[in-house]
């Protein structure tokens, strides 16, 4: 397997605009997290998905931020309208099942928004 | 809540040498994982050891291995032997359930020729 596959790797934007991250996990994996990495906060829980069914997004900091997971082999992460301060690395990660003891990292998408 | 804390924002060793990394942590779970990950310039996050709290033994891997200490709550992380490609940020984290981390803040880690 490729491992956890997120693109783009790199996204600019305005202000404003709509920004769409993408995800896919690992074949098999029953849990997706998405993840972000800002300097001031470090890595953050936003989201997760058991078997494609959102379990908790206490952690989405704002209505602005969408996920959805329509497959076992695809999720996005969406922005709506976007501000600066969305700026951040966003990493998705996936999990085999409840026991897993390991989860498997995407290398993260770099949005940077002017 | 569960929350995560190293003290050392950066931290420097020599080639060949020895160093410790720190960190704690604060939850009321008696069963969990406590995770060590590695961050290079790629970004890639990398697992680099990890232990269950249920074991007294501390978790080794190759030249990485961790001081455990549970009453504590505490979680350090040593590097013998230092080599360059050691260089990266350093993550402690924690894990009550599959996936769901809790991260500290990181150490940034050079390792000096």
């Known amino acids: 397997d490729a491992g956890v596959i997120q693109s783009p790797r790199h996204e600019v934007t305005e202000m404003g605009q709509e920004v769409t991250l993408r995800c896919k996990p690992i074949?098999?994996?029953?849990?997706l997290f998405w993840y972000r990495q800002t300097m001031m906060r470090g890595l953050e829980l936003l989201i997760y998905f058991n078997n494609n069914v959102p379990i908790d997004d206490s952690g989405m900091p704002e209505d602005r931020f969408s996920a959805k997971m329509p497959n076992a082999s695809f999720s996005t992460l969406k922005i709506q309208p976007s501000e600066p301060r969305d700026s951040a690395v966003y990493f998705c990660?996936?999990?085999?099942?409840?026991?897993?003891?390991?989860?498997?990292f995407g290398q993260g998408t770099r949005l940077t928004v002017v | 809540a569960q929350t995560v804390t190293q003290s050392q924002p950066e931290m420097s060793v020599q080639e060949a040498e020895t160093v410790t990394l720190s960190c704690t942590y604060d939850t009321s779970e008696s069963n969990y994982y406590l995770f060590w990950y590695k961050q290079p310039p790629s970004r890639q996050m990398i697992l680099v050891i990890r232990?269950?709290?249920?074991?007294?033994q501390n978790a080794t891997e190759n030249r990485f291995s961790v001081n455990f200490q549970k009453a504590a709550k505490s979680f350090s992380l040593k590097i013998s032997d230092s080599q360059l490609g050691d260089t990266a940020m350093y993550f402690c984290?924690?894990?009550?359930?599959?996936?769901?981390?809790?991260f500290g803040t990181g150490t940034s880690l050079t390792v000096i020729p």
């Open positions: 074949s098999g994996h029953d849990y």
């Open positions: 232990q269950e709290a249920y074991k007294q």
């Open positions: 984290a924690f894990m009550k359930h599959a996936g769901q981390f809790y």
């Open positions: 990660a996936s999990s085999e099942h409840t026991g897993s003891t390991e989860a498997f």
